[in-house]
T-cell receptor
Framework: AQSVTQPDIHITVSEGASLELRCNYSYGATPYLFWYVQSPGQGLQLLLKYFSGDTLVQGIKGFEAEFKRSQSSFNLRKPSVHWSDAAEYFCAVGARTGRRALTFGSGTRLQVQP | EPEVTQTPSHQVTQMGQEVILRCVPISNHLYFYWYRQILGQKVEFLVSFYNNEISEKSEIFDDQFSVERPDGSNFTLKIRSTKLEDSAMYFC????????????FGSGTQLSVL
């Protein structure tokens, strides 16, 4: 069964600092990989996704993520965080065949200090 | 950008009562989903729905749960006899193609069972 681990429950960074949110997955093959963001009172919004090809993917709002097969990781990064980035971030995986439902991690809550 | 709309945003009910959570997916979407998140836990898949039938469901989605698309615009989740452990945030999602990269989520309904 596939699973997703986000080891950091809560992260606080200063505005303008760089950010890396960790995501590790367990799956028999390479899954589809996603990062979603949830701002307070909002739904889940897709930030970026990896399906195949270039392992460094660019997303919206200046985010990027790198797929590392050897480490089963898909960490999310941003070089300079803005106060509006404060939100909850979810990593998710989806199977390439068979069951199509997404499996989510438990989320990382990002707080941004001025 | 088109949105998935969920009502109500908060629902409080007594244990054993029936609840219906409502969702209006994006108008030209064909695939519909319910996910839920118990406080402090992961977002979990419940059910997917296409062509007026359930296409996939998780072990959580037992006989107490049902889904319906009653009128071509709404997509509902019914819990027949609520339990305390049904308290969670319930997210509706829709997609046009059935592929996960096009998944749009609503802002959720917070269900509290007392």
């Amino acid at each position: 069964a596939q699973s997703v681990t986000q080891p950091d429950i809560h992260i606080t960074v200063s505005e303008g600092a760089s950010l890396e949110l960790r995501c590790n997955y367990s799956y028999g093959a390479t899954p589809y990989l996603f990062w979603y963001v949830q701002s307070p009172g909002q739904g889940l919004q897709l930030l970026l996704k990896y399906f195949s090809g270039d392992t460094l993917v660019q997303g919206i709002k200046g985010f990027e993520a790198e797929f590392k097969r050897s480490q089963s990781s898909f960490n999310l990064r941003k070089p300079s965080v803005h106060w509006s980035d404060a939100a909850e971030y979810f990593c998710a995986v989806g199977a390439r065949t068979g069951r199509r439902a997404l499996t989510f991690g438990s989320g990382t809550r990002l707080q941004v200090q001025p | 950008e088109p949105e998935v709309t969920q009502t109500p945003s908060h629902q409080v009910t007594q244990m054993g009562q029936e609840v219906i959570l409502r969702c209006v997916p994006i108008s030209n979407h064909l695939y519909f989903y319910w996910y839920r998140q118990i406080l402090g836990q992961k977002v979990e898949f419940l059910v997917s729905f296409y062509n007026n039938e359930i296409s996939e469901k998780s072990e959580i989605f037992d006989d107490q749960f049902s889904v319906e698309r009653p009128d071509g615009s709404n997509f509902t989740l019914k819990i027949r006899s609520t339990k305390l452990e049904d308290s969670a945030m319930y997210f509706c999602a829709s997609s046009q193609t059935g592929a996960e990269e096009k998944l749009f989520f609503g802002s959720g309904t917070q269900l509290s069972v007392l």
